[in-house]
């Protein structure tokens, strides 16, 4: 079982090759830190379009699994949730009635004073495949990419508000910063109020918005809404509702978290909205 | 053969770290790339955990969509090698001494990722220092136990990896 020498020769050259394979991995650093936006490497892109098919497959095995074992648990909940549920549905109804006749009212008078309808987005659905592989980031992973029209920093929402927006795109996956990320900043105001400031993500469960000034007056559990001022989330999306509300000590605003109303760690099904930076519009009725 | 094998594993070990935190949760805190890199350096040459902890931690960086590409790469990929001069001149093949060396190697990949991401300026999210004392700590905990079965279930691939340290053994003692 002796080493040849040639294989001698190479493990005494050993080092000098992890200096050349780190030296060029610091490059690699340097490189993409200084082009935060840059996007994926070609590499990465190839890679992931390999992985991603396959990682689907075993989410939706695995979720199989999982689903039956909560499934189970959760039916023993279910005649319980099912009756205030019933309550929820009757009340919603009601609400929504009124609503209904509001917006009636709202086109009408739209339409005698000229002011042109909201835009209606495009969208399509996506699968979350993959979600938290490192603990550093909050990232997540989706089943629809180029192929499917989705680009660079297009947001992703659900039915209840947005999740995050597309930082990799690759043929048929793309990957998605959430907005609980905390290099993720959204354009948002408080929605009674018009107060604008930006909202970033705190690596857990809550964000935070800045830059509301400490004199004006924010109440908890205040809707939050994006202002477009990003270029990035439409204006008018939900985003959240503020959780506690307190003044900076260190610095003239006030700190205020907010609790996303998206489910955005365990989404699992998400839309993402077909719409680039020139045909976002901002909200011009804003306080900052 | 072995080296396929080797790439075949830590594919799939790519593939499981992209598909399990979502579903179990406690897999946030165990970096199967490391583990494998680890594996394989214990077991083999400088120059095999090297490469192994090249293209496990360039993977990683791949799939966890990071800003930053080479951090854990560097990481992975000096850990890999250090591991594999250790176990030329150290005797590791002991069950407790490996787990030992899971730990140190789990909480220097940690401290690499995030002094990197640091001096990158990167924003990443430390909080207090006893939060991100508590994160490293679970990380720590994590990959080791983790290490416990994955090892086994890993010998029973690599049965010649066992082979291959015995002769480290007696090339250290007798050569």
Redesign the interface.
């Known amino acids: ?1 002796s080493s040849t020498p040639a294989k001698e020769k ?2 005494d050259r ?1 080092h000098w ?2 200096a050349i ?2 030296l ?7 490189i ?2 200084r082009r ?1 936006d840059g996007g ?2 070609v ?2 892109n190839w ?2 379009t390999i ?1 991603a098919p ?2 689907k497959v ?2 939706a095995a ?2 199989k699994v ?1 689903g039956s074992i909560t499934g189970w648990s959760e039916m023993r909940r279910a005649a319980s949730e099912n009756v205030s549920l019933r309550e929820q549905v009757e009340q919603l109804t009601v609400e929504l009635n009124e609503k209904r006749e509001k917006a009636a009212q709202f086109d009408t008078l739209r339409t005698q004073l000229g002011i042109p309808a909201a835009t209606a987005y495009q969208r399509i659905a996506a699968n ?10 909050k ?1 997540l ?1 989706i089943d629809r990419g180029a192929l499917d029209g989705v680009k660079k920093n297009m947001p992703i929402v659900t039915a209840t508000g947005i999740v995050g927006r597309v ?2 795109v690759g043929a048929n996956f793309a ?1 998605v ?1 959430l907005i609980t990320d ?2 993720a900043g959204v354009g948002v105001m408080i929605q009674s109020s018009r107060l604008a400031g930006e909202l970033k993500g ?2 857990n469960t809550r964000c935070e918005i800045k830059y509301i000034p400490a004199n004006e007056e924010v109440g908890e559990g205040e809707m939050v809404v994006t202002t477009g001022l990003d270029r990035i989330y439409p204006k008018g999306l939900v985003v959240g509702v503020t959780e506690k509300v307190e003044n900076d000590p260190a610095a003239p605003w006030k700190r205020i978290a907010v609790k996303p109303t998206a489910q955005v760690e365990r989404v699992e099904n998400v839309f993402v909205l077909l719409i680039e930076a020139k045909d976002i519009t901002v909200e011009t009725n804003i306080k900052q | 053969m072995q080296k396929v094998k080797t790439v075949i594993v830590i594919v799939i070990f790519l593939l499981l770290q992209m598909i399990l935190p979502k579903h179990l949760g406690i897999f946030r805190y165990i970096e199967l790339p490391l583990l494998g890199t680890i594996f394989f350096s214990l077991m083999r040459s400088p120059l095999q955990g090297m490469w192994t902890g090249l293209a496990a931690g360039l993977g990683k960086d791949i799939i966890s969509g990071a800003d930053v590409y080479g951090v854990n790469g560097f990481s992975k990929t000096l850990i890999g090698y250090c591991i594999g001069r250790a176990s030329l001149n150290f005797p590791l093949e002991n069950p407790l001494a490996r787990l030992g060396i899971v730990a140190l190697a789990s909480f220097a990949d940690t401290i690499m990722v995030v002094g990197f991401n640091i001096v990158l300026q990167q924003p990443i999210p430390l909080g207090a220092w006893y939060d991100f004392g508590r994160v490293v700590g679970f990380k720590v905990i994590g990959d080791t136990l983790a290490a416990v079965l994955l090892f086994i279930v890993l010998n029973r691939i690599f049965p010649d990896q066992k082979e291959s340290g015995r002769m480290t053994v007696k090339k250290r003692y007798y050569a």
């Open positions: 079982m190479l493990r050993s090759l992890l394979l780190l060029l991995q610091l490059l690699a650093m340097s993409t830190a935060p994926q490497s590499v990465g890679v992931m992985f396959i990682a075993g989410d695995l979720s999982t979350v495949i993959s979600r938290d592989t490192s603990l550093w980031f990232r992973t930082i990799n990957q910063q905390s290099s705190m690596n």
